[in-house]
T-cell receptor, first 116, second 110 residues
Framework: SAVISQKPSRDICQRGTSLTIQCQVD?????MFWYRQQPGQSLTLIAT?????????ESGFVIDKFPISRPNLTFSTLTVSNMSPEDSSIYLC?????????????FGQGTRLTVV | GEDVEQSLFLSVREGDSSVINCTYTDSSSTYLYWYKQEPGAGLQLLTYIFSNMDMKQDQRLTVLLNKKDKHLSLRIADTQTGDSAIYFCAEKAGGFKTIFGAGTRLFVKA
């Protein structure tokens, strides 16, 4: 199974600032995903991080607000830009597995973001 | 479209079996998952089942899949207080995206 590490694990940020979250996988994976989990809610997919090309965003999420990088097959970053209290959530990174069939989807421990 | 639904709460007594149910809409789903989330923690993959199977057992966990009705269940035998958590049903549908249900909060009473 893949091990996914996220940094930071939590942060408290001032509104109007930006935070970059890092996600490191211990093996090469085809796809990486970023999710948001708002307080008491389920997980919502923000975008698919594609290696070597622009991320693919889900409806309601835009690149200006959530720029994503994927410089190689083991690493990705998500930036939450110009933060407001509504951005307070847990942000989770996930991978699609290491094989073509991609049977499993593992998650990092998440980054708990509080915007004040 | 893709949608996954589950009941929000379940309360059981310690030692009893817990059954958490889930329905999904995408008939092209290839894999269906159960994740556990404890307070303040990330998601732990408990088990998954391929869409051409109807049952999978792993120690105290039994997953049943009724593909015709698009119904998935997770049975936890001999439920313990440490099983108290939120359980998410999820499907991998139409590609590599994983779509999650709202989560079922399991309360285990001692």
């Amino acid at each position: 199974s893949a091990v996914i590490s996220q940094k930071p694990s939590r942060d408290i940020c001032q509104r109007g600032t930006s935070l970059t979250i890092q996600c490191q996988v211990d093996s090469q994976v085809t796809m990486m995903f970023w999710y948001r989990q708002q307080p008491g809610q389920s997980l919502t997919l923000i975008a698919t991080a594609n290696q070597g090309s622009e991320a693919t965003y889900e409806s309601g999420f835009v690149i200006d607000k959530f720029p994503i990088s994927r410089p190689n097959l083991t690493f990705s970053t998500l930036t939450v830009s110009n933060m407001s209290p509504e951005d307070s959530s847990i942000y989770l990174c996930s991978d699609s597995g290491t094989g073509f069939m991609n049977t499993e989807a593992f998650f990092g421990q998440g980054t708990r973001l509080t915007v004040v | 479209g893709e949608d996954v639904e589950q009941s929000l709460f379940l309360s059981v007594r310690e030692g009893d079996s817990s059954v958490i149910n889930c329905t999904y809409t995408d008939s092209s789903s290839t894999y269906l998952y159960w994740y556990k989330q404890e307070p303040g923690a990330g998601l732990q993959l408990l088990t998954y089942i391929f869409s051409n199977m109807d049952m999978k057992q792993d120690q105290r966990l039994t997953v049943l899949l009724n593909k015709k009705d698009k119904h998935l269940s997770l049975r936890i035998a001999d439920t313990q207080t440490g099983d108290s958590a939120i359980y998410f049903c999820a499907e991998k549908a139409g590609g590599f995206k994983t779509i999650f249900g709202a989560g079922t909060r399991l309360f285990v009473k001692a």
